[in-house]
Structures are given as C-alpha cells and as structure tokens.
C-alpha cells in the first residue's frame, strides 16, 4: 500500500491512502536515507510504501520504502551539528509568518529561511500578520521590510486573523497546492489557520509577557485536507534557524540579488568578501543592495549560527 505522511510523532507515522484511509505505522529497524543524516528519517509529506502489520491487534502498518523527496525544507538539529532535521517534504509553498512586535522577527531569521528554501527549490511568500495591531511606527517597518524582499523576487502581503486582511488572495495561493506555515511561536500562525479553515479548531496560547515570545501549541508538523481543495502542513514555531553546511562557493547562489550579479564579478569564483572588482559589493556601496541581507550572508558564510545552541522547537 502506498500514502502520504500526515503526522509524525518521531515513532508512529499516520499516513492516509488515496481512499483516504488514515493509518498508523512504524519503521522497522534502522531506516536510512542515502546521503542525508537525519534525526527523523520520515517527514511529514513523504510519500511512503507500508504493508499492514498482521502481527499487531489493530490495524497498523510498518512502512517498507519511502518514494524519492521532490523538494524538502531541512535545518540544523538540536545541539547535533552534523544532524539534520528535516522539516517537511514535498512541498509547493511556504507562507513565512513576520511579525514586528510579540515576538519581533529579525532579518536575520528571515534570510536563513528564505536561503534554505532557495537551495531546496521552494517557493517563499512573507506574511507580515498582526498588521491590525501595529503602530505607524511599526506600519513603517513593515514598509521597509518589504522594501528589501520584494524587490528580489519575494511576495510580501500583509495579514490579519481578525479583521481578516488578505485572508481570500491566501486562500487563493493555497488552492491546489501543498502549503507549509511557519515562523517563530507566537506569529499568529495557528490564528490564521483557524480562519482560514474554522473546521481545524487547532489549540492557541497567549503570548508569554516576559520573554515576547510564543508559547507552544504545536509539538509535531502535521498536514491537513482543507474544505477547498488545498492542504496545509502546520509546523512548531522556531526559535532559530540553523542553516545545513553549504559550499561557500554556492551560497551567494541562494540570495537571488547576489545571484543576478555574480556574471559581473570579475573571477568567476567571487565569494564577494574581499575580492577585487565584485559587483556584489559595488552593489553593496551604490546602495542597491540590502545591507542587512548582506550581513546575513557574512554570518552564514562564516558559520556564525544564530541563537543556535538554544535553536529548538518551542
């Protein structure tokens, strides 16, 4: 029999059937990937092969194969360097949820997601939320915000679960399409899903005033059949984001700006640090390059990690 991911607890797998059958499985043994050392061998998304389990009481399966990942999006594990968690797989979008204030998100954040998602071949649009409870002030950063991503090819909208802003051209986006939600606890993602499919009635917490940042409500990614045709994976909210080893050769190759550049560089080579002639940093100098994107770029390149040894799900 052959189904798709649903839910993943780390030891049982719901996987539901094209006849929408919903059942519950486990690996046997040791199950590897070839070339990916990851903590959780099986990500919601995966399409699996399982055989029903005739030594068990109840109905459960024991998955035998996985099917080849057309995409996924992968970070950095807790505390295991050289370990990967992935994510979910087989995606067509990401909607990356921003918020100014409770809890702030930074750009740095940002571009680690967006780096990992351009490596991977994913689709990222930026859901500014909460723009019912912002000041002009904070209205203003939105502003400049989207002055950075749009230009480089990024769909910035700005969202609202309670005076339902955008919430239609979202649910348009989605139709057809496998979407994943994500962003740091706390960025009114479970909110929003609610509105958008009331039927989900997925559990929310308030915002923890002392620390400005989400409370759990989420403990594992989990895909949903939504009423218009479209389906969602709900994912943890994360702390950080801690990026897979890239070639340093190629990660000027996942921001798109620096990308559309590289032909002008003087050495094909250009790491765009201290080469001579790079027309990244010429950008950099006249301006028409985002400074914090290139700040990101010097941290990931480096391997500074951002807030990494404490970089868990929430």
Not at 212 to 239: C, S, V, W, Y
Not at 282 to 306: F, H, M, N, V
Request: hydrophobic share 35%; charged share 25%; aromatic share 12%.
């Amino acid at each position: 029999m052959t189904g798709t991911v649903y839910k993943s607890t780390g030891s049982w797998y719901w996987v539901k059937t094209e006849d929408n059958q919903l059942y519950k499985c486990r690996i046997k043994g040791k199950f590897r990937i070839k070339g990916i050392k990851s903590t959780n061998p099986i990500a919601v998304g995966d399409k699996v092969q399982f055989d029903l389990d005739t030594k068990s009481d109840e109905e459960t399966g024991i998955i035998t194969k996985i099917f080849d990942r057309r995409n996924y999006i992968v970070r950095k594990s807790v505390n295991l360097s050289k370990q990967t968690h992935i994510i979910a797989s087989n995606i067509d979008q990401v909607f990356l949820m921003i918020t100014i204030d409770n809890p702030p998100t930074f750009t740095t954040f940002i571009d680690r997601f967006l780096v990992t998602a351009e490596a991977y071949s994913i689709e990222v649009v930026l859901l500014f939320n909460k723009i019912d409870t912002y000041s002009i002030e904070q209205k203003a950063e939105i502003l400049y915000l989207k002055d950075i991503y749009e230009p480089i090819g990024y769909t910035c909208i700005e969202t609202s679960a309670v005076t339902g802003k955008n919430i239609d051209l979202i649910k348009e986006m989605m139709t057809g399409k496998v979407s994943m939600f994500s962003g740091h606890s706390g960025v009114g993602k479970t909110t929003l899903l609610n509105y958008i499919e009331p039927t989900l009635n997925l559990k929310t917490k308030e915002i923890s005033e002392q620390h400005k940042q989400g409370q759990h409500t989420t403990t594992f990614a989990e895909m949903f059949d939504l009423n218009f045709d479209a389906r969602i994976i709900d994912t943890p909210g994360i702390k950080g984001f801690g990026v897979v080893d890239m070639d340093k050769d190629e990660l000027g190759d996942y921001f798109p700006e620096f990308f559309a550049l590289k032909q002008d560089c003087k050495f094909n080579n250009c790491i765009h640090v201290n080469e001579p002639s790079c027309a990244v940093k010429d950008a950099l100098e006249a301006e028409e390059i985002s400074w914090s994107r290139y700040k990101s770029y010097l941290q990931i390149l480096e391997g500074e990690e951002e807030n990494y040894r404490t970089d868990i799900w929430e």
